[in-house]
């Protein structure tokens, strides 16, 4: 068998990253590998769904009011666990869970970071067998390092995010994750049980055909985004359309193809629902900081989601993300 030596491995590139930045301590390369773990683990499960007795609800209701799959408790335990037993993470906070989990051990108290995640999105879409995600995002504490970390260390701007990252659970598995220095995916090889680099420095294209929307939802939207979407329907080919729709209703199989291949992905607010239904601290603030850094942009239609500074741990907000001219674009109309 032919080995391509040349393909790293997530644990050597977390480390030759680690050579590069002086000063590093290793925490977050630590950190990183300790969620590429825990990601395996969930992907096992998430694979043979269909033959073990996990699909499904659970029974219980979670703290936004919407019914909890068995996978998302396996998945929330999952990075829980592995979180807490490494050496890295001082504490974290869930969308499964009321409120933040506080590492208390003396290895997580002297933790300089905590994680942000929501352990599987797109869990609605279990039982039929369509792609579904993990994200997450991790910032710097607040409080003093040795001390137990409290509310106002998850309360930050996205924009303070060290790191942020997403799981795709699909045809095949990849993790993508970005620090301020660059994007980068890999894809895990399931014959070796190892995350390799498939995607290196991800940029995304600066335009694309593609836009991600909920036309179920077209009437409860405000005049400006109904005027976007005719707009995208109405090009020709002269300035690059009409555009395709695509909506897989799986935020992370979304805008992870918008990232690869451009586009835009758009969850307004409704008549019924004014603040949006996606959460700013699990799903949009890790989104914001992985699109900003490959060259896109985040909006809650008013300013940039990064800049949005939370008041509460479950705060939903409206998102509009994507390849920059378009986002430009959609700017016009809002």
């Not at 609800?57 to 490494?86: C, P, R, W, Y």
């Not at 590492?103 to 067998?129: E, H, M, Q, R, T």
């Not at 600066?206 to 929307?213: D, H, L, M, R, T």
Request: aromatic share 8%.
């Amino acid at each position: 068998m032919n080995i391509n030596r040349n393909v790293q491995t997530l644990d050597e590139f977390t480390i030759q990253e680690l050579r590069d930045v002086p000063n590093a301590t290793g925490e977050l390369s630590h950190l990183l590998r300790n969620i590429g773990l825990a990601a395996k683990r969930v992907n096992v499960e998430v694979n043979k769904a269909g033959l073990a007795d996990i699909l499904g609800d659970a029974g219980t209701i979670n703290v936004q009011g919407e019914e909890v799959k068995k996978l998302d408790l396996f998945a929330n335990n999952q990075f829980i666990k592995v979180l807490s037993h490494g050496i890295a993470c001082a504490g974290v906070a869930s969308e499964e869970l009321d409120d933040f989990v506080a590492f208390d051990d003396s290895k997580s108290v002297n933790s300089k970071y905590v994680c942000l995640f929501d352990p599987l999105d797109g869990s609605a879409n279990i039982d039929v067998n369509v792609s579904i995600g993990t994200i997450f995002g991790v910032y710097r504490r607040k409080t003093p390092v040795g001390t137990i970390v409290t509310e106002e260390d998850f309360l930050q701007a996205g924009n303070q995010q060290v790191a942020a990252g997403y799981v795709v659970y699909g045809s095949s598995t990849m993790l993508v994750y970005a620090t301020r220095r660059g994007v980068n995916g890999f894809t895990l090889d399931p014959s070796v049980g190892e995350w390799s680099l498939s995607h290196p420095d991800i940029k995304c294209p600066e335009a694309g055909k593609i836009y991600s929307v909920n036309h179920g939802n077209f009437f409860q939207y405000s005049g400006g985004v109904r005027d976007y979407i005719h707009a995208c329907q109405r090009k020709d080919k002269t300035n690059g359309g009409p555009y395709t729709q695509r909506y897989i209703g799986s935020m992370v199989s979304d805008v992870h193809r918008n990232l690869i291949k451009g586009g835009i992905f758009m969850y307004p607010g409704t008549t019924d629902k004014p603040n949006g239904k996606l959460r700013l601290l699990y799903e949009c603030n890790p989104f914001a900081f992985i699109m900003g850094v490959a060259g896109g942009k985040a909006t809650n239609g008013k300013e940039r989601i990064l800049d949005i500074q939370p008041t509460e741990l479950h705060q939903r907000t409206p998102m509009f993300i994507g390849s920059k001219l378009m986002m430009d674009e959609l700017e016009t109309y809002l």
